[in-house]
């Protein structure tokens, strides 16, 4: 081989490697990006299902009382 077969091969490596390495990390980056989408995603659903079931079991408390006052 000759220096300049040699020069190429290092300079092709090491372009590959860079190039590897910036693709990997733009994949990384939208992977964290959605993940923290879904995320506040989820934490929204969850906060709708808790005021939810907590207006459900005030309403079936305050019925469960009203019963039992009327009962009396």
Same mark, same amino acid.
């Given at each position: 081989? *000759?220096? &300049?077969?040699?020069?190429?091969?290092? %300079? /092709? *490596?090491? /372009?590959?490697?860079?190039?590897?390495? $910036? %693709?990997?990390?733009?994949? =990384? #980056?939208? $992977?964290?990006?959605? #993940?923290?989408?879904? +995320?506040?995603? +989820?934490? &929204? =659903?969850?906060?709708?299902?808790?005021?939810?079931?907590?207006? $459900?079991?005030?309403?079936? #408390?305050? &019925?469960?009382?009203?019963?039992?006052?009327? &009962?009396?």
């Amino acid at each position: 081989m *000759t220096l &300049a077969g040699n020069i190429r091969i290092m %300079v /092709g *490596t090491l /372009g590959g490697g860079l190039l590897g390495f $910036y %693709v990997m990390h733009q994949l =990384e #980056q939208r $992977y964290k990006i959605k #993940q923290q989408e879904d +995320y506040q995603r +989820y934490l &929204a =659903e969850r906060e709708i299902r808790q005021r939810q079931e907590d207006e $459900y079991n005030d309403k079936h #408390q305050n &019925a469960m009382m009203d019963s039992e006052t009327g &009962a009396r």
